[in-house]
């Protein structure tokens, strides 16, 4: 797989739902970032992790990172149609340097009413 | 809550015409940069920009590229002649210190016809 791959590519669920995203990608890394993309528009940060982390909470927002495994995971909870989006994964990591994220292909959400 | 801005939002240019895509970035984040999307592809890193000059650009950034901070909040990326395979969102973001939450602008859309 590439570096900073998600699956499953397309997820659809029902309002209220979780929705469970995967990311995995192959090199070191310093940190992982969690981007959400509505349809032709900008990327909304959402959460950053740090290799030296396990897991981290935002709101409704649940990322975990192995890094054994080489592999992040984003859980959205109780999930609502205005989180329909497509949701990447960006890693920094130390052969490229810090400032270069490396973005997967994403996974596209969609959450009907 | 400050925030990356971008403009144009949307740019026509006649292929190998000059384009200056312009980012005011967050006014005490440090690095800057440039990505670009392709319709349909991942989001590709061109350039970083720190300490008033390019710290790190990829394969993409070749000659026909270039950027620049010409006063104390703008950030430019300029195309020289451009190409039809230049057609593609380009996002300027910025972060406080490296290896830190990088955000993102909402994008040009430049369409190269």
């Known amino acids: 797989s590439q570096q900073g791959e998600e699956d499953p590519q397309a997820l659809s669920i029902q309002e209220g739902e979780n929705a469970t995203m995967n990311c995995s990608y192959k090199t070191s890394i310093n940190n992982l970032q969690w981007y959400r993309q509505n349809s032709g528009r900008g990327l909304v940060h959402l959460i950053l992790?740090?290799?030296?982390?396990r897991e981290k909470h935002s709101g409704r927002l649940r990322v975990t990172l192995d890094t054994s495994k080489k592999s992040s995971s984003l859980l959205i909870t109780a999930s609502r149609a205005a989180d329909t989006a497509s949701y990447f994964c960006a890693t920094g990591n130390m052969n490229t340097g810090f400032q270069k994220l490396v973005f997967g292909t994403g996974t596209r959400l969609l959450v009907s009413p | 809550e400050p925030e990356v801005t971008q403009t144009p939002s949307h740019q026509v240019t006649q292929m190998g015409q000059e384009v200056i895509l312009r980012c005011v970035p967050i006014s005490n984040h440090l690095y800057f940069y440039w990505y670009r999307q392709i319709l349909g592809q991942k989001v590709e890193f061109l350039v970083s920009f720190y300490n008033n000059e390019i710290s790190e650009k990829s394969e993409i950034f070749d000659d026909q590229f270039s950027v620049e901070r010409p006063d104390g909040s703008n950030f430019t990326l300029k195309i020289r002649s451009t190409k039809l395979e230049d057609s593609a969102m380009y996002f300027c973001?910025?972060?406080?210190?490296?290896?830190?939450?990088?955000?993102f602008g909402q994008g040009t859309r430049l369409t190269v016809v």
């Open positions: 992790i740090r290799s030296n982390e």
């Open positions: 973001a910025s972060s406080h210190r490296e290896g830190t939450e990088a955000f």
